[in-house]
T-cell receptor, first 113, second 115 residues
């Protein structure tokens, strides 16, 4: 069965500093990969997705993620965080023929002034 | 920008009562989903719905759960006889194409508290 692991439950970062959130997946083939963000009181919003092609994908709000097949990873990065980036971030996978997203446990990001 | 809306935002119910959670998906979307998140746990898939029938469901989605698209705009999740462990945030989502090719748009969630 496919699974997604986000090793970091909480990350605290200073405003203006860089951010990297880790995601590892377990799946027999290359899945489709997603990052979602959930701000307080909001639903889940798609930041970016990877299906195939260029392994570095750009998303909204200045985020990017890199797919590394050898490491089964899809880490999310932002060069300079803003206070509004404080939220919970979820990595998710879906198998090629399916409709079911499998989510990681989430990483809560706190931004210090 | 079109969005998925869910009602109620919060519902408190007694164990054994029936609950209906309502969702209005984005109007030109064809695929509909329910997910839930128990406090402190992962977001879990419950069910997907396409062409007026369930296309996939998880082991969580037992006979106590049902989904319906009664009028072409609403998409409902019914829990027939709630249990304490049904307390969770329930998210509705919709997509124009299947989830493996299209983006799922999520609502803000309905928090269900079962006492």
């Amino acid at each position: 069965a496919q699974s997604v692991t986000q090793p970091d439950i909480h990350i605290t970062v200073s405003e203006g500093a860089s951010l990297e959130l880790r995601c590892n997946y377990s799946y027999g083939a290359t899945p489709y990969l997603f990052w979602y963000v959930q701000s307080p009181g909001q639903g889940l919003q798609l930041l970016l997705k990877y299906f195939s092609g260029d392994t570095l994908v750009q998303g909204i709000k200045g985020f990017e993620a890199e797919f590394k097949r050898s490491q089964s990873s899809f880490n999310l990065r932002k060069p300079s965080v803003h206070w509004s980036d404080a939220a919970e971030y979820f990595c998710a996978v879906i198998k090629a023929a399916g409709n079911k997203l499998t989510f990681g446990g989430g990483t809560r990001v706190l931004v210090k002034p | 920008e079109p969005e998925v809306t869910q009602t109620p935002s919060h519902q408190v119910t007694q164990m054994g009562q029936e609950v209906i959670l309502r969702c209005v998906p984005i109007s030109n979307h064809l695929y509909f989903y329910w997910y839930r998140q128990i406090l402190g746990q992962k977001v879990e898939f419950l069910v997907s719905f396409y062409n007026n029938e369930i296309s996939e469901k998880s082991e969580i989605f037992d006979d106590q759960f049902s989904v319906e698209r009664p009028d072409g705009s609403n998409f409902t999740l019914k829990i027939r006889s709630t249990k304490l462990e049904d307390s969770a945030m329930y998210f509705c989502a919709s997509s124009r194409t299947g989830g493996n090719t299209g983006e799922l748009f999520f609502g803000e969630g309905s928090r269900l508290t079962v006492l």
